[in-house]
């Protein structure tokens, strides 16, 4: 929620002082505003999916960069040592899957182009499968309590598992209390 209101203000600001300086420069009043405009909004939108703050600021945990981003429930997250990825909650029907890069340093905000999640449904659950540069998370989430024998962590809208594979992974050769799924 503070990513949007910060870009929005920053933009307001930008407008402002682009209209005083163009407006010193060309004396036209309707002209500086226009072009002033034109360059706040642009940058504005660049700046939502090229977060400037990753630049000079990193997150220590998860829920701070979530949270500094989305406005969503977290629900449940699974991180690796490149990344984290996230399972939020906007209302009672609509989930939605994230992921927050991170470095050295810690979490970074997401750069809306560079996600490579790739989600599958079938009849036992949904598969969340981040790739990050070495790694990939796989975020399983089923109504039943168990996957391959291992205890799945209980949410409100089901359970949660994850496993962090080191490599390319074969998306097809998951399995669910001992039988193959098949994703559709």
Same mark, same amino acid.
């Given at each position: !929620?503070?990513?949007?209101?910060?870009?929005?203000?920053?933009?307001?600001?930008?407008?402002?002082?682009?209209?005083?300086?163009?407006? !010193?420069?060309?004396?036209?009043?309707?002209?500086?505003?226009?072009?002033?405009?034109?360059?706040? /909004?642009?940058?504005?939108?660049?700046?939502?999916?090229? @977060?400037? #703050?990753?630049?000079? +600021?990193?997150?220590? =945990?998860?829920?701070?960069?979530?949270?500094?981003?989305?406005?969503? $429930?977290?629900?449940?997250?699974? $991180?690796?040592? $490149?990344?984290?990825? &996230?399972?939020?909650?906007?209302?009672? !029907?609509?989930?939605?899957? +994230?992921?927050?890069?991170? =470095?050295? #340093?810690?979490?970074?905000? @997401?750069?809306?182009?560079?996600?490579?999640?790739?989600?599958?449904?079938?009849?036992?659950?949904?598969? !969340?499968?981040?790739?990050?540069?070495?790694?990939?998370?796989?975020?399983?989430?089923?109504?039943?309590?168990?996957?391959?024998?291992?205890?799945?962590? @209980? &949410?409100?809208?089901?359970?949660?598992?994850?496993?962090?594979?080191?490599? =390319? /992974? =074969?998306?097809?050769?998951?399995? &669910?209390?001992?039988?193959?799924?098949?994703?559709?």
């Amino acid at each position: !929620m503070i990513f949007n209101s910060i870009r929005w203000a920053v933009g307001i600001f930008i407008f402002f002082l682009l209209l005083v300086i163009l407006m !010193m420069v060309t004396k036209k009043t309707g002209k500086s505003a226009l072009i002033s405009a034109f360059v706040a /909004v642009i940058l504005v939108a660049v700046s939502s999916f090229v @977060p400037v #703050e990753n630049y000079f +600021y990193s997150f220590a =945990d998860v829920e701070q960069a979530f949270s500094y981003r989305y406005h969503e $429930e977290l629900i449940t997250y699974a $991180e690796c040592d $490149e990344g984290a990825l &996230c399972v939020s909650r906007r209302d009672e !029907m609509n989930y939605f899957y +994230y992921s927050l890069p991170k =470095d050295s #340093e810690g979490y970074k905000l @997401p750069n809306n182009v560079t996600s490579k999640m790739i989600t599958r449904s079938s009849a036992k659950g949904v598969y !969340m499968f981040e790739k990050f540069e070495n790694q990939t998370i796989i975020l399983t989430q089923i109504l039943d309590s168990e996957y391959n024998g291992e205890p799945f962590v @209980p &949410c409100s809208n089901g359970y949660y598992t994850y496993t962090v594979v080191d490599g =390319d /992974v =074969d998306y097809t050769a998951l399995s &669910c209390a001992g039988e193959k799924v098949k994703l559709v």
